[in-house]
């Protein structure tokens, strides 16, 4: 390609971090946001949930040259602690000692990668520009000023789509022949809170763990933040008992949280005020394929596979979308046909893995963590894992801890399951799991 020349529409986390990759390379970018510019108006949170940083997100944040602004207001979650109704807590690691996950401001890490971004030359950042006709034969886009109405086309060789769950060039893509799209919304909503410091600065909670309060079929989590607040997310059915269409009240919020979260409540000054102001917002799952058009259209990040965030892996897939594909571009120095038919041939299948994880880890924290035989599962398997090491990684190692391919973590999660279920039909086990006939299954397993 003789233009180095490209369009990126969307510029949240993963369209700032490819326009910060691609720029290093050399190309002009224009990259396009409909919202207004977060370097001056700040960022409206009360729609998104903190980000849970694990290793494929750090490997892009040291790429994209930010990670040492990003680390220190970085909180390391070592585990979730679990609180039940009697207020009773109970953590969980969630890999080896030493390995945590992080939690992250999404405002604030979209901030730095856009100050970044606009730091290079060869980048033109276009605020408050909404996407409103894109010509997949010429690769052109019609954008409106979204306060003015103003008008005007932009043309590139390279169109990279990252803009969203409801992405106008996925809508575009779409209208092609032989593009499969399927949307599952859950039946649950969300709704950000929050616990601000302690009195005098400080946590009111363990601030090295992810928090959560398991109440079966809904449940409330919560993710420190530097300054020693917890930015808190309930996750409630829309209609039903209990659901979100319950809560009419101040009374009726109240009501609720002192059933179900006595010891957030106590924690919650401005509940109500939370309550009233967020939005509840929807959980969707998105899956599509191609990703690609022609070798000039390419989604990335949630545009491609929107996901739930219950693996904390949104985020780090989108930027693993970043960097597999600049790691592509030096594999096929830049040659785009290559990088792109490569790139929507191997990766579809991860995006499609980490749905699937991600849709069976929210059953697993609202119902199985405070579960008698899902602790003892998971005690048994790290047991397997200290003792055989990586030949028995568990699945949860593997997406947060790893590169391991989600496709490849996802038959592994399978394939352990297998195995437990064999190990746990083992009398007396709950008492004793060091033993031979667990050693012979894991032989015969491995063997397999």
């Known amino acids: 390609m003789k233009e180095k020349r490209a369009i990126i529409v969307g510029a949240g986390l993963v369209g700032s ?34 980000l849970a940083m694990s ?101 590139a060789p390279l169109i990279f ?75 409630l059915a829309f209609e039903g008992d209990p659901s979100f269409e319950q809560l009419k009240t101040d009374r009726d919020v109240e009501a609720f949280f002192e059933r179900y979260f006595p010891d957030a409540l106590s924690m919650m000054p401005t509940l109500l005020e939370d309550f009233r102001t967020n939005p509840t917002s929807s959980l969707v799952t998105v899956r599509c394929s191609p990703w690609q058009y022609e070798q000039r259209i390419l989604l990335l990040g949630d545009a491609a596979h929107a996901i739930v965030p219950f693996y904390g892996q949104g985020m780090n897939a989108g930027f693993e979308d970043c960097t597999i594909l600049d790691d592509l571009a030096t594999a096929h120095q830049e040659d785009w046909d290559a990088v792109f038919t490569h790139f929507n041939r191997d990766r579809i299948k991860d995006g499609n893995a980490i749905a699937d994880l991600a849709l069976r880890n929210f059953v697993e924290m609202r119902d199985l963590v405070a579960d008698p035989q899902f602790l003892l599962r998971k005690k048994i398997a790290g047991h397997l894992h200290q003792k055989y090491g990586d030949a028995f990684l568990p699945s949860y190692s593997m997406v947060s801890f790893s590169d391991t391919p989600y496709s490849v973590a996802l038959k592994a999660a399978d394939d352990q399951d297998k195995l437990l279920d064999h190990i746990l039909q083992l009398e007396g086990i709950a008492e004793k799991w060091d033993r031979p006939e667990v050693d012979a299954l894991f032989e015969a397993w491995r063997r397999r």
């Open 161 to 235: 789509g990252t803009d969203g769950a409801f992405s106008s060039i996925r809508g575009s893509l779409m209208k092609t022949s032989r593009f499969d799209y399927a949307q599952q919304y859950l039946t649950h909503a969300y709704k950000e809170l929050s616990i601000p410091p302690a009195a005098g600065g400080g946590f009111l909670m363990d601030k090295n763990a992810l928090h959560i309060w398991p109440r079966h079929q809904f449940m409330l989590i919560a993710l420190p933040n530097a300054d020693g607040s917890f930015t808190c997310t309930l996750f």
């Open 17 to 50: 971090l490819w326009a910060i990759l691609l720029a290093k390379r050399g190309y002009e970018i224009d990259l396009y946001e409909r919202r207004s510019d977060m370097r001056q108006h700040g960022y409206f949170g009360g729609r998104s949930i903190n």
């Open 55 to 155: 290793r494929r997100g750090w490997k892009a944040i040291e790429r994209a040259g930010i990670k040492s602004i990003i680390e220190p207001h970085a909180l390391p979650m070592k585990g979730r602690m679990i609180h039940s109704l009697e207020g009773d807590l109970a953590f969980q690691p969630y890999g080896k000692e030493g390995q945590a996950i992080y939690s992250v401001s999404r405002g604030g890490l979209n901030l730095e990668l856009l100050k970044v971004a606009g730091e290079y030359p060869n980048v033109r950042l276009h605020f408050d520009q909404g996407c409103r006709k894109v010509d997949i034969e010429t690769n052109t886009i019609t954008f409106e000023h979204e306060q003015t109405g103003e008008r005007h086309t932009a043309e």
